[in-house]
């Protein structure tokens, strides 16, 4: 039998890799993007692509409807992959800025969830792998609304494991570091929208933000390719017993650890002198 999976925002990154991989290991691959641009080049590519915008609710509904009608009404798997992040200082997000970053990282992939929910308890069975972020349990200055949805992403979650107890259906985060995306690009673009650093006291630091935005070919340390995560994912739909959470890259690992054997006090120490290393590079 064909394990259908859906992926959200395969445009590039994580989301294209793991299309890629996963229709090599012979699953029904529907592969999402937002763009229509992007849902044609991964047509050209092979892929059975449907576009899907998971901060619209039309999108959702015309886009699941199409992934059950080629797939006979089954679907073995969700990978909510689709997001990207917001930056700037709490102060200084307007509401439109929280809102359209909650649309995307958290109101769009659980009402998605919602509506696969029942194809999977009809069938019996199912996995939900969500795309959270090592910043989904270690906050982080001047990322407080992606910190925001990735923490709420997983306490609604972790609820859900546990509601989900006896079903056969499985949900499990992935929480990466950094790893090679458009992620930064597209934080960029979103910086421009919503945040007026001259208007700021904290103008100093979006100067020095906007000059790491605009370095070519910048890598963070210990940054790994996409196909780090694919591995976890791989395990998160293949494992008869799944983790709740898989982390990936150093930084989660370091971090995970850190901050269940440190005071919080302590923990606020390390991350603000690794912020200020990063402002001088």
Do not use: W
Not at 51 to 60: E, H, M, N, R, T
Not at 237 to 247: I, T
Not at 259 to 277: G, Q
Request: proline share 4%; net charge positive.
């Amino acid at each position: 039998m064909i394990r259908h999976i859906l992926i959200t925002g395969c445009s590039s990154g994580i989301g294209l890799e793991s299309a890629c991989i996963l229709r090599e290991r012979g699953y029904g691959v529907f592969a999402s993007a937002r763009r229509q641009e992007d849902v044609a080049r991964l047509v050209d590519e092979g892929f059975a692509a449907v576009q899907l915008d998971v901060a619209c609710s039309g999108s959702i509904e015309t886009a699941l409807n199409t992934v059950l009608g080629q797939s006979g009404g089954a679907l073995y798997a969700l990978f909510n992959n689709a997001g990207y992040g917001v930056p700037g200082a709490v102060e200084d997000l307007s509401r439109d800025a929280l809102r359209e970053q909650f649309e995307t990282n958290l109101f769009g992939p659980f009402e998605l969830i919602g509506r696969v929910m029942p194809v999977m308890r009809r069938q019996g069975f199912g996995r939900i792998i969500q795309n959270s972020s090592v910043l989904g349990f270690a906050a982080a200055s001047f990322r407080g609304a992606y910190n925001g949805s990735k923490f709420a992403m997983e306490g609604m979650s972790d609820t859900m494991r546990l509601e989900l107890a006896g079903s056969n259906i499985h949900i499990s985060l992935i929480e990466p570091g950094p790893i090679t995306s458009r992620f930064r690009q597209n934080s960029y673009k979103a910086f421009q929208r919503h945040i007026k650093p001259d208007t700021s006291c904290h103008k100093a630091v979006y100067e020095q933000m906007e000059k790491r935005f605009q370095q070519e070919g910048a890598v963070f340390p210990f940054t790994l390719p996409a196909s780090a995560v694919v591995d976890k994912l791989i395990h998160a739909l293949e494992s008869p017993r799944p983790r709740a959470r898989y982390y990936v890259t150093v930084p989660t690992y370091l971090l995970g650890y850190l901050k269940r054997v440190l005071p919080t006090f302590v923990m606020d120490r390390i991350i603000l002198a690794a912020f200020r290393s990063r402002k001088k590079r």
